[in-house]
């Protein structure tokens, strides 16, 4: 069954410094997204990204945050500068197309743990 | 705004069925999913069910939708040990095909054996 990938499981990194997670989406699908939980706590929406451009962006994806599809493959979310805070488990997603269909349905990746230290 | 409940934890003896709870406020909801997600580990899709059916049967899973009431539930029959886990019940609303997913809080199920 395909599958959405993602890149590094785990990361360590200093506060302060950018990091960058990514992600190989469902080859088919249009629309990606990224969500974040911190432990033990809810998954939060972060960004959804269609056709090279954001969205919709939640109010935690601040300006430290960015995303981009660099090739036709990969989709990344850069946080710039990492704070304490942006310590959590990051999820990518992708869905294919319009229509309630089984096509539609979002596929999680199995997530990227930050840390920061 | 959405919002999506569950209780906390649940705990049943193995081979006993499980029932796990949700309501959700959004009635424009488009699908709602069950995930599992075990200790450390990622999201993993369970089921799903449209907005527009009541329920969805995939061999132990049984999901059930009560639409009027915003009521979601999951049935594990025969609940096993690797059933453990915690069960994030969630719903979804887009157009276009965009869909932005709301979470709950998850529900922890502990199978004793």
């Known amino acids: 069954e395909p599958e959405v990938t993602q890149t590094p499981s785990h990361q360590v990194t200093q506060m302060g410094q950018e990091v960058i997670l990514r992600c190989v989406p469902i080859?088919?699908?249009?629309?990606f997204y990224w969500y974040r939980q911190i432990l033990g706590q809810k998954v939060e929406f972060l960004v959804s990204f269609y056709n090279n451009e954001i969205s919709e962006k939640s109010e935690i994806f601040d300006d430290q945050f960015s995303v981009e599809r660099p090739d036709g493959s990969n989709f990344t979310l850069k946080i710039r500068s990492t704070k304490l805070e942006d310590s959590a488990m990051y999820f990518c997603?992708?869905?294919?197309?319009?229509?309630?269909?089984?096509?539609?349905?979002?596929?999680f990746g199995e997530g990227s743990w930050l840390t920061v230290v | 705004g959405e919002d999506v409940e569950q209780s906390l934890f649940l705990s049943v003896r193995e081979g006993d069925s499980s029932v796990i709870n949700c309501t959700y406020t959004d009635s424009s909801s488009t699908y709602l999913y069950w995930y599992k997600q075990e200790p450390g580990a990622g999201l993993q899709l369970l089921t799903y069910i449209f907005s527009n059916m009541d329920m969805k049967q995939d061999q132990r899973l049984t999901v059930l939708l009560n639409k009027k009431d915003k009521h979601l539930s999951l049935r594990i029959a025969d609940t096993q040990t690797g059933d453990s886990a915690i069960y994030f019940c969630?719903?979804?609303?887009?157009?276009?095909?965009?869909?932005?997913?709301?979470f709950g809080t998850g529900t922890k199920l502990q199978v004793i054996p």
């Open positions: 080859s088919n699908h249009l629309y």
């Open positions: 969630a719903e979804s609303k887009g157009s276009g095909g965009y869909q932005k997913v709301t």
């Open positions: 997603a992708s869905s294919e197309g319009p229509g309630l269909s089984s096509g539609n349905t979002i596929y």
